[in-house]
């Protein structure tokens, strides 16, 4: 059995939290991959090492003076070190970065050296073999993994050296320049790591006991997710529920591997385990998630219903503009196309007449829509969900403006006026999950 453990910025934050991952570390003799994002947040006023780093790198490139910001960075990596008394001698890989400094340093090689600073910190304290990202994780130059290389050289590295700390968020392309993954992509490397070993798990430890059922910052104290299946958890992050990186599930979905989020601050509660298929039918609803700012495109015209290719020649106006459309909830003779704001903001007068013109149909706008998805494996399983919901918001006075939901019914997504947003959670959480 091989885990792989992959600790994010808060996990290894300071001395004392670096502790906390060796006892988790050391208290299963499985967990032989270890990968670690840049030192985090120490609390919620400190900042983390990345952005120090892309602080750094503005100052390098508008020739601002940067020396108090490298003493920041110096002084956290050198403390840290000091702390543990570990052998590993950081100041000399600093002193050498800071001599690269004014070489054109380039921002994804300056930025990876959060981690791969860290991650040597790490290696030295667990006593596990430092083995670099940039030669493991190779990419072609149009960002695409290669995934034979990678898999080889992942399998090689583990075989020679059994214990290995990898550092997160970067790998390199074919010239062995560091590819940087986009932001939180640690989660990513432990994912592509996973996958290359067929690990039995994939532990992803932060600060958090899991995922939880509902926004905290609208919900009081929601309660963590037990089991979630990878197609539930891609509902919740797509509607906005922050968890992992949104390319984490993708590797070790194709080989099954069950991902295990824990709490390096509470590490014996067993936290939220995603996989393929849950056995678990305790609730019927598994969350609850939702977005602000989408408009609709209110289309009509009478007899609609018997002119074939109508809805066809509509959408065909939003891919014109390259506007992604998230819903197309429909009547007789009218519907609506749901799309987020952002998206069409440059282009709404534009597709407005356009569709005018192609359709000879009405078109009105209504803005300041929030969506929420109702997410539950166990819901096809159940009849009335949608009664209980729709009696919750009755009892609220909330209007549902449209419903979605999806063939498999793993989803039903409710749009609602967006001064409503948090209090139609509220209410579905209290009536249906809690
Ligand atoms: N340190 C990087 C970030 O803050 C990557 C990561 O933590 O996953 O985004």
Not at 119 to 136: E, G, P, T
Not at 162 to 181: A, C, D, M, R, W
Request: charged content about 25%.
């Amino acid at each position: 059995m091989v885990v792989v453990t992959k600790f994010g910025g808060s996990s290894v934050s300071c001395a004392s939290q670096f502790a906390k991952v060796k006892d988790i570390v050391t208290s299963d003799p499985n967990r032989r991959i270890v990968v670690t994002s840049a030192l985090g947040k120490r609390d919620k006023s400190d900042t983390k090492i990345t952005d120090l780093l892309y602080i750094l790198h503005a100052h390098l490139k508008y020739s601002v003076p940067y020396e108090d910001i490298w003493k920041m960075l110096y002084d956290r990596f050198v403390g840290v070190q000091n702390e543990l008394g570990i052998n590993y001698d950081i100041k000399q890989d600093l002193d050498a970065l800071y001599k690269e400094l004014n070489k054109n340093i380039s921002q994804d090689y300056l930025v990876s050296r959060g981690e791969y600073l860290t991650a040597k910190l790490l290696s030295s304290y667990l006593d596990y073999k430092f083995v670099d990202a940039k030669n493991l994780l190779i990419f072609n130059f149009d960002g695409k993994m290669d995934e034979i290389q990678t898999e080889r050289r992942v399998k090689q590295a583990f075989a020679e050296y059994g214990k290995i700390v990898v550092p997160g968020f970067y790998g390199s392309y074919p010239n062995e320049t560091v590819h940087l993954l986009s932001r939180g992509g640690s989660d990513v490397t432990g994912s592509i790591l996973a996958k290359c070993i067929n690990a039995s798990l994939y532990e992803n430890w932060t600060d958090v006991s899991g995922i939880l059922a509902a926004d905290p910052r609208i919900v009081d104290k929601p309660k963590a997710i037990k089991e979630i299946t990878y197609s539930e958890l891609r509902e919740l992050s797509y509607m906005g529920a922050s968890v992992l990186h949104e390319e984490t599930v993708f590797p070790v979905q194709q080989l099954n591997i069950p991902i295990n989020l824990k709490n390096t601050n509470e590490p014996n509660h067993p936290g939220t385990l995603i996989k393929n298929i849950c056995e678990d039918e305790s609730s019927i609803i598994t969350g609850i998630a939702g977005k602000k700012d989408f408009l609709s495109f209110n289309i009509s015209k009478d007899h609609m219903s018997n002119e074939v290719g109508f809805l066809r020649k509509a959408l065909s106006v939003f891919e014109k503009y390259n506007v992604s459309i998230e819903h197309v909830p429909s009547g007789i003779d009218s519907f609506s196309v749901v799309v987020a704001e952002s998206n069409v903001e440059k282009v709404k007068y534009e597709v407005v007449t356009e569709l005018k013109n192609v359709l000879d149909a009405n078109v009105s706008v209504e803005s300041n829509i929030a969506l929420v998805a109702i997410v539950g494996r166990n819901m096809a399983k159940h009849s009335g969900v949608c009664a209980k919901i729709f009696q919750t918001l009755g009892g609220e006075g909330i209007n549902i403006k449209l419903l979605a939901q999806g063939p498999e019914e793993l989803n039903i997504i409710i749009g609602v006026d967006q001064n409503d947003y948090e209090k139609t959670i509220k209410a579905i959480y209290r009536d249906l999950i809690k």
